[in-house]
């Protein structure tokens, strides 16, 4: 019998053996001296306020150890997936020989880290003495209660002097609890599982495995997070800035699910990918979310093409925000209201708000995308950007 060379290595590597042990704090000060990083393929950050604060709470009153995390090792630092830093994903110039490349963590990492560095993000997140737990806070501090990024600190003295000035913080018994708080957290191990030299593909099979057995990360995601080595940062020069003006427009329930934060501006930007690449519309570029253009939109030459697809939707969005508000039109209550006219706007001009202003609102007040099928929905944009009644 012939038995397969690759099997008999496999049976061979143990690659448990490799786990080690590491503390919360250790781990963050590795962050903040980039030794450990992100791979450039990796997506943004996903998690809430809530979702953190539940993980503090986790490691703080959790009976069981939070899971591990997972590590690629990097040796060949010439062959490897670049690298990029948490929290700013700037590209890493520089990576070093034993560098630790984060395959699934992200999240927990950066929440720990944040914490750590009293990022601005969590100056909502205190710990209450009196609940016994992290929450989030009302509108102000009370006395019995204390910010994670004072209490959590990469600086003993950082607590030391925010307890000296809160008489309600001064007592011995206070004291102690906080100090136990803080070193329990600061002292808080992680299992790491760590493999050396993965590449990109075996990453990503590594990270679907612990992702509930094959679930993906977001292909969307991954191909735009590439874009950094091109200086375009999709979070922050697009996705952040959309979803930012829909929030404060009273709009923030279009984002939930977390996955919408992306796919629903993506969709978006097809109109703009259209008219950039003088293509005269296709039915499956409809701004909706089964229609999203990630590849195409990745190969644009040059790359700066797709920040002017990005400039021409915000700006496209802004319209459509004055548009409903000048005209005190009904709340949207599906994103397709908005999108759809995003599209309109980038078709036939800004300038069209006016003079087809009876035909727009006619179309908004009386359109209805419910239960409507891919290809119904796909007429009702192709219909609305040429000004057809049906």
């Keep these: 019998m012939r038995i397969n060379k690759d099997l008999i290595k496999a049976a061979s590597f143990n690659p448990t053996k490799k786990s080690t042990q590491m503390s919360i704090f250790d781990m963050c000060q590795k962050i903040e001296n980039k030794t450990i990083s992100l791979p450039l393929y990796q997506r943004d950050l996903s998690w809430t306020l809530s979702k953190c604060i539940d993980l503090l709470n986790y490691q703080l009153l959790g009976k069981a150890p939070v899971s591990p995390i997972s590590m690629n090792v990097i040796l060949n630092t010439q062959e490897c997936v670049p690298q990029v830093s948490f929290i700013d994903r700037d590209i890493m110039d520089n990576v070093m020989y034993s560098q630790m490349s984060v395959v699934d963590g992200q999240q927990r990492l950066t929440t720990n880290f944040k914490a750590y560095i009293n990022h601005d993000d969590f100056r909502n997140i205190v710990l209450d003495l009196g609940k016994g737990c992290f929450i989030e806070m009302g509108e102000a501090i009370r006395g019995t209660q204390i910010p994670v990024g004072i209490l959590l600190?990469?600086?003993?003295?950082?607590?030391?002097?925010?307890?000296?000035?809160?008489?309600?913080?001064?007592?011995?018994?206070?004291?102690?609890?906080?100090?136990?708080?803080?070193?329990?957290?600061?002292?808080?191990?992680?299992?790491?599982?760590?493999?050396?030299?993965?590449?990109?593909?075996?990453?990503?099979?590594?990270?679907?495995?612990?992702?509930?057995?094959?679930?993906?990360?977001?292909?969307?995601?991954?191909r735009f997070s590439k874009l950094k080595v091109h200086g375009i940062d999709i979070y922050k020069q697009y996705t952040s800035l959309f979803k930012e003006r829909l929030v404060d427009a009273g709009y923030g329930d279009f984002f939930t699910p977390q996955k919408t934060s992306v796919s629903y501006p993506i969709a978006a930007l097809n109109p703009a990918y259209e008219m950039l690449t003088s293509r005269e519309h296709s039915n499956n570029y409809a701004p909706i979310s089964s229609d999203t253009k990630e590849n195409q939109l990745c190969n644009l030459e040059p790359p700066n093409l797709l920040t002017k697809c990005f400039s021409m939707t915000l700006e496209a969005l802004d319209n459509v925000l004055d548009f409903i508000d000048d005209n005190e039109l009904k709340k949207p209550t599906r994103i397709d209201y908005i999108n759809y006219l995003i599209g309109y706007f980038i078709f036939n001009g800004n300038d069209s708000i006016d003079k087809d202003k009876e035909f727009l609102i006619k179309w908004y007040d009386t359109v209805n995308f419910t239960n409507k099928s891919n290809s119904i929905r796909r007429d009702i944009f192709t219909n609305l950007i040429y000004k057809k009644e049906k």
Excluded: C, H, P
């Design 153 to 222: 600190n990469k600086a003993d003295s950082v607590l030391f002097e925010y307890t000296s000035k809160k008489s309600s913080l001064k007592s011995q018994e206070v004291t102690n609890v906080l100090l136990q708080v803080r070193s329990k957290i600061k002292n808080y191990n992680y299992t790491i599982n760590s493999a050396e030299d993965l590449t990109e593909d075996e990453q990503i099979e590594w990270f679907e495995v612990l992702n509930n057995a094959g679930s993906r990360v977001s292909i969307v995601q991954m």
